[in-house]
């Protein structure tokens, strides 16, 4: 599922939002659309950073992921003739 919300304001509001966003990230109480956002303590996670600016518009970003599921490699099996 995917959850979603859309903030405008200026630099120092964006500060506050982040900030606050962050704190209540770590502490396993934020929530998206009512959703709660919990990193996972027993997985690798993967971080990104973008950057894009152009004469248009520009961008920042960044993404946090990891897998809730590992993928297993299938073992071939022998075969004896």
Known sequence: MKY???YIGSK???YVFLK???SKLMR???EIEGEKVVLPDDKELVYK???ENDELEGSYSVKI???NQEE???E???IEF
Do not use: G, M, R, T
């Open 4 to 6: 979603q919300e859309k």
């Open 12 to 14: 120092e509001d964006l």
């Open 20 to 22: 606050d966003n962050y």
């Open 28 to 30: 396993e109480i934020l």
């Open 49 to 51: 950073v973008k950057y």
């Open 65 to 67: 992921s990891w897998a």
């Open 72 to 74: 297993f490699e299938e």
């Open 76 to 78: 071939e099996e022998e």
